[in-house]
């Protein structure tokens, strides 16, 4: 295992766009780890994102490029964390969310599994773009095997920016892994002082610092005061009681994800089709409703082996079972691709698979 973050640090001024990250004296760091030998070990693993970006001035919060800062840099920006854990920083990627590939989950989710095996890790952070966090977060919320504290957090603005969010968010999601009260929630988002639920928070705004919200379920909690406040519980399975293990799988199946609009055709189910597809989710409109022409291409990949299942574009409410395909109950389409797809390492039988989907 690395060495603390805290008593590795240099005690240097770090400069990233225009924005000057301020050093830590490197006596202040060694008197505390001599006063806190107590604090909960927590490992920070980086992705890359909004988090971790940078632009040429600070008043550009859309501009910037995601992930220019480094793991060390960013805990480095919170001197704070050495007061509430002893921290160890690790780069999985370095990338905007867009980008995190299967290949990028499989090593995030084994490495975090490795992590949480170990006697001295009490909770993982892992901070991330905001783009696609809500479907890292629920990949992970299926596959850790452990009731330790799996925080996932982000920023809407750039490390760089004048108001950025990044810090305090990171200092809360450190806080919360650290809080004995987390274990066994299953993985958490945690931006803007909410503490979701990785099952049930979903990204709602292009740009706004609150678009991460809960519509119809809520949140588990909310920090107030530097304390985090637990009001509810999911009632999906998750973690340790998840039936998904991705220790030896090195490749996961392809799914995707087709969107239903007017005068949609057949065409796009075709093409995933041929590109070698094993599970499509369908975006479809209302209650997972398609064309009568998405309806033959369809039925046309579930006759070739394909396993479908209809999700809805409105982003709210349970897509109820259909005459063909499997429901994705209240999954967004793409929390249902992560499902279906991890659900694909276990059975090609779609009865058991609508069963996945009415448990997780």
Same mark, same amino acid.
Request: proline fraction near 3%; hydrophobic fraction near 40%; aromatic fraction near 6%.
């Given at each position: 295992m690395k060495?603390?973050?805290?008593?590795?640090?240099?005690?240097?001024?770090?400069?990233?766009?225009?924005?000057?990250?301020?050093?830590?004296?490197?006596?202040?760091?060694?008197?505390?780890t001599e006063q806190v030998q107590d604090l909960p070990n927590i490992a920070i693993l980086a992705t890359g994102g909004t988090i971790a970006g940078a632009a040429a001035s600070n008043l550009d919060v859309t501009g910037y490029k995601a992930g220019a800062i480094g793991v060390d840099s960013i805990i480095t920006a919170v001197p704070e964390l050495t007061d509430i854990a002893d921290i160890t920083g690790e780069q999985i990627a370095n990338t905007g969310s867009p980008n995190i590939t299967n290949d990028i989950l499989l090593n995030l989710g084994k490495r975090i599994n490795t992590l949480l095996n170990e006697e001295g890790i009490d909770g993982v952070v892992v901070t991330h773009g905001t783009d696609t966090l809500e479907e890292t977060a629920y990949f992970l919320n299926l596959v850790v095997k452990s009731d330790k504290p799996v925080v996932v957090v982000g920023a809407m603005r750039p490390a760089t920016a004048m108001s950025a969010d990044g810090p305090f968010n990171l200092f809360n999601a450190v806080k919360l892994a650290a809080s004995p009260e987390a274990m066994g929630k299953g993985a958490f988002i945690m931006l803007n002082d909410r503490i979701g639920a990785a099952r049930y928070v979903t990204k709602t705004n292009t740009t706004m610092l609150d678009t991460f919200k809960s519509m119809e379920q809520g949140y588990l909690g909310a920090f107030v005061g530097g304390k985090p406040y637990f009001f509810n519980e999911t009632t999906k399975k998750h973690t340790t009681e998840s039936v998904f293990d991705i220790t030896s799988i090195e490749e996961l199946p392809k799914v %995707?994800? @087709?969107?239903?609009?007017?005068?949609?055709? !057949?065409?796009?189910?075709?093409?995933?089709?041929?590109?070698?597809? +094993?599970?499509?989710?369908?975006?479809?409109?209302?209650?997972?409703?398609?064309?009568?022409?998405?309806?033959?291409?369809?039925? %046309?990949? @579930?006759?070739?082996?394909?396993?479908?299942? !209809?999700?809805?574009?409105?982003?709210?409410?349970?897509?109820?079972? +259909?005459?063909?395909?499997?429901?994705?109950?209240?999954?967004?389409?793409?929390?249902?691709?992560?499902?279906?797809?991890?659900?694909?390492?276990?059975t090609n039988d779609p009865e058991k698979i609508a069963e996945y989907f009415k448990e997780y």
């Open positions: 060495k603390p973050f805290r008593s590795i640090i240099l005690a240097t001024s770090i400069l990233v766009g225009s924005t000057s990250f301020a050093p830590i004296a490197s006596n202040s760091i060694y008197a505390a %995707d994800i @087709i969107y239903g609009y007017q005068s949609d055709g !057949r065409h796009f189910y075709d093409a995933a089709v041929e590109n070698g597809a +094993k599970g499509i989710v369908v975006a479809g409109s209302g209650n997972g409703s398609m064309s009568d022409a998405s309806e033959e291409g369809a039925k %046309d990949a @579930i006759e070739q082996g394909v396993v479908l299942v !209809r999700s809805s574009r409105v982003g709210n409410g349970v897509v109820s079972p +259909k005459t063909f395909g499997i429901g994705a109950d209240s999954l967004n389409p793409q929390k249902a691709r992560i499902l279906l797809t991890l659900a694909l390492t276990q």
